[in-house]
């Protein structure tokens, strides 16, 4: 059973920093690309950032880049995201996310129960 626990969300003051973590279990971690996917209240899904099986290749959405840092340890079956100069926009419930191709929403079939980042003073 595959099974995907991110954890690390909370409430942090705008231009702050956070780091979040998902734990995965039932399946070959290094086998298959990650993401994070995050949803706004009131919005929809947005992807925020995919990494390779081996990191070789990461991704971001625009609006991340030299703000996120998505990374993996395939020795511990973990993702991890590291959210720096957070927004309020950034405001949202975040999503570790199983998938088959880098920045791509195809082959995307397990998601998490997500973690609730707020950003606000």
């Known amino acids: 059973e595959v099974q995907l626990v991110e954890s690390g969300g909370g409430l942090v003051q705008p231009g702050g920093s956070l780091r979040l973590f998902c734990a995965a279990s039932?399946?070959?971690?290094?086998?298959?690309?990650m993401n994070w996917v995050r949803q706004a209240p009131g919005k929809g899904l947005e992807w925020v950032s995919g990494?390779?099986?081996?990191?070789?290749?990461?991704y971001y959405a625009e609006s991340m880049k030299g703000r996120f840092t998505i990374s993996r340890d395939n020795a511990n079956d973990t993702l991890s995201l590291q959210m720096n100069s957070l927004k309020s926009e950034d405001t949202a419930v975040y999503y570790c996310?199983?998938?088959?191709?880098?920045?791509?929403?195809?082959?995307?079939?397990?998601w998490g129960n997500g973690t609730q980042v707020t950003v606000s003073s």
């Open positions: 996310v199983k998938g088959k191709y880098v920045s791509s929403w195809y082959g995307m079939d397990y």
């Open positions: 039932g399946f070959t971690f290094d086998d298959y690309v």
């Open positions: 990494i390779r099986w081996d990191g070789g290749r990461i």
